[in-house]
């Protein structure tokens, strides 16, 4: 059984402040975002994985050390797409989730930006990045089973998923820029049980769709970057002001659902 494991870093353990996503509080964060992974890494193996391909996946994608990252797993960096469409890749779960923009007590919630993207919406239903990466994993039957991250991502995740997902709540959002979290060693506990329950649950949760053809909606929080979004994409419709749209008959690419 071969685990996709994404990562992200505002849901992460011990991460509780804004503050954290920069400067000396960022390099504590990355830390936490090693002990998080190694700790799904770990019960992703104890439950059975024969393989485990971890991704990086905050801003660029250059924030754990992988020297610190458990040996036994692989990070194949741009080729996990291609592992997910070749069909080598049997579960996706993901560590330090945060939830969709404009949720309330959802710690530094925000879909891709948060200072340009308001609104982001598939079949006018508001979608965070729970959702997108479950959307492409899903086209190519695989089910994501597992999260990490605050009470609000989490909550997310199962309302797109379904209440059979395992989760670790590492923590809880007061307003968006800070939050209380569990003490880290309870933390990577969770994670570990979380990863080993999302080891048995194959064939309990459906891989996630969407009907197709998708229709992609992005409510941007200036018009000057929907202006900017249009220069790029000429091809998409503008609806308003600050609006951009476009459909997709079938996604091929993770970006394929993107405003990028
Ligand atoms: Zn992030």
């Keep these: 059984m071969t685990v996709l494991l994404m990562t992200d870093l505002e849901g ?27 700790a799904a890494i770990a019960g992703c193996f ?6 485990v391909l971890v991704l990086d996946g905050h801003s660029t994608g250059i924030n754990f050390d992988p020297k610190n990252i458990d040996p036994r797993a692989e990070l194949p960096g741009k080729a996990w797409q291609d ?21 309330m007590n959802g710690f530094l919630d925000h ?7 308001f ?47 395992a ?9 968006r820029n800070k939050a209380e979290c569990i003490p880290n060693d ?16 194959k064939d309990k949760v459906k891989p996630f769709k969407m009907i197709y053809p998708l229709e992609v909606k992005l409510v941007h929080t200036r018009t000057d970057y929907c202006d900017a979004t249009m220069e790029r994409h000429p091809e998409f419709d503008r609806i308003d002001a600050r609006t951009a749209r476009f459909t997709v008959d079938r996604i091929r690419n993770y970006g394929d659902i993107m405003f990028w």
């Design 111 to 117: 879909t891709q930006s948060s200072v340009q993207w």
């Design 46 to 51: 104890d439950g059975g994985a024969t393989r």
């Design 119 to 165: 609104e982001y919406t598939i079949n006018g239903r508001p979608c965070g990045e729970v959702a997108q990466g479950a959307l492409f994993a899903g086209e190519f039957g695989v089910p994501f089973v597992m999260v990490s991250g605050d009470v609000a991502a989490c909550e997310e995740a199962r309302e797109f998923l379904g209440n059979d997902i």
């Design 186 to 201: 309870e933390a990577e506990k969770l994670i570990y049980e979380a990863a080993k329950k999302g080891m048995t649950l």
């Design 167 to 175: 989760t670790a709540v590492v923590k809880r959002g007061i307003g």
């Design 83 to 103: 592992e997910v469409r070749s069909g080598n890749v049997d579960l996706m779960m993901e560590v330090g989730i945060h939830a969709m923009p404009g949720t």
């Design 12 to 38: 992460i353990s011990g991460v509780d402040s804004i503050e954290q996503m920069e400067g000396e509080g960022y390099v504590y964060a990355c830390r936490r975002l090693e002990a998080d992974t190694n």
